[in-house]
């Protein structure tokens, strides 16, 4: 316990039980700055210790402290002959009716509740500092047994202590149902602001489905016709082109095929954010194998390819194939060029999760620029080296970020690189 005095020439001494020690030096100080002498206490029992000691003018006190609760403090001080005309003003975070009852059964003054308008609570000092004379003055106690919450309450406190606790407990919820309209108020604008924004992004999808569209038509035709025209200079005039003429030729047509690959690529991974999912239970081991399936019927691979017995996912079948033939196919392109190239897919349950992996011993990457990797456009080898246009674990990543899971990979350079993914168990 401990007391500080601000001014001795003031005669309010406002005793303070409190358990928490900021919230005891937060109201220490407010009270000081308006000139109160105070003591703090940090429970119950020091608290009355305190006040049969030294009679204070005013207790304010917590609700929920060790050894004696604000409830039985206030009983204590009441019931006492020395004490019972000192006003208790109890601070709560509780707001029940039961609190207010126990507190009606217990004599307090006044009710405030945390957290609290510091100038609210001043006020309510002056307010019961100016009237404890009128209070101290009346003897006529109620001896009154009410019903609340199921329970018997006996109340035997001063008809103006029971008027200004019902007074207090009714500002209170006064209090709280104007913050709750404010809050109202403030949702029902975010909501507001929140069906905006659905309708601009509406809006939005709209216009990117149009672009998507033009992209498909307005910018894969030409790129049809310089490809077939190419194709046509090659076959009818190749023999009248030199070298030079016949490699620049070559260059026109692959930069066109890698055009429309890109916009294919993208295409598709616009169309992702878009796509409704259908989730079923699905074999993970045949839908991967038909994805690999359907590559070796495309371009025989050397690789020698195996699949294990893997999970089975819940999941969209058709996103998933495509992350199946994109890990596939990487795999595939970057480990041809070995002298015995081989690509394992497997997978296992692990914690709340199904991880899969796609392994191959190809030319791996190096660790360092690992965040690049599911990025678009993002390639850690040229394209001189192997022929991609960087979307492809773009896809990846962002299909399995759509069913809950994640992505990651491993590699080192020249000795091959593995590349994980994982979904959410169904349990």
Not at 10 to 36: F, K, N
Not at 396 to 425: C, D, I, T
């Amino acid at each position: 316990m401990q007391s500080h005095r601000s001014d001795p020439n003031r005669a309010v001494e406002i005793l303070v039980a409190e358990d928490s020690a900021t919230q005891a030096a937060l109201l220490s100080h407010l009270l000081e700055e308006r000139g109160y002498t105070v003591t703090l206490a940090s429970n119950g029992a020091q608290a009355l210790a305190a006040a049969r000691k030294s009679r204070p003018t005013l207790i304010i006190s917590d609700i929920v402290m060790p050894e004696m609760d604000g409830y039985a403090l206030c009983k204590a001080v009441k019931t006492d002959g020395a004490l019972r005309d000192v006003p208790v003003i109890l601070v709560t975070s509780l707001s029940s009716i039961q609190d207010i009852a126990m507190g009606l059964e217990c004599g307090a003054d006044n009710f405030i509740r945390k957290p609290y308008d510091p100038g609210n609570l001043l006020s309510r000092i002056d307010y019961i500092l100016s009237n404890r004379e009128l209070r101290a003055s009346s003897s006529t106690r109620t001896g009154l047994e009410i019903y609340l919450g199921g329970r018997k309450h006996l109340i035997t406190a001063q008809r103006e202590q029971i008027l200004d606790l019902l007074v207090s407990s009714y500002e209170e919820a006064i209090q709280v149902n104007e913050a709750l309209k404010l809050r109202e108020t403030e949702v029902r604008a975010l909501n507001a602001a929140l069906e905006r924004r659905a309708a601009q992004l509406e809006a939005a999808n709209k216009e990117l489905e149009s672009f998507s569209y033009s992209v498909s038509h307005d910018l894969r035709s030409p790129l049809r016709a310089i490809d077939g025209f190419s194709r046509m200079l090659e076959e009818d005039y190749a023999s009248r082109l030199d070298d030079e003429g016949r490699r620049v030729l070559a260059t026109i047509r692959e930069s066109a095929q890698r055009m429309g690959q890109l916009i294919e690529d993208l295409l598709q991974l616009s169309r992702l954010g878009r796509k409704p999912m259908s989730a079923g239970d699905i074999d993970m081991t045949a839908l991967a194998a038909e994805a690999l399936k359907e590559l070796q019927a495309g371009a025989p691979t050397p690789a020698r390819c195996t699949i294990e017995p893997l999970p089975a996912a819940r999941c969209d079948p058709s996103l998933l194939r495509q992350v199946w033939i994109n890990l596939l196919s990487n795999a595939i392109k970057y480990s041809a060029r070995r002298d015995g190239p081989v690509v394992r897919v497997s997978g296992y349950p692990e914690g709340a999760e199904n991880v899969y992996c796609v392994a191959d011993n190809g030319a791996g990457f190096d660790m360092r620029y690992y965040d690049k990797l599911f990025g678009v456009f993002q390639r850690l080898h040229g394209s001189e080296q192997f022929s991609g246009t960087g979307v492809g674990l773009a896809i990846v990543q962002r299909v399995v970020a759509r069913h809950g899971g994640r992505v990651w990979a491993k590699g080192k350079v020249n000795e091959g690189a593995s590349f994980y993914f994982a979904l959410p168990r169904e349990t």
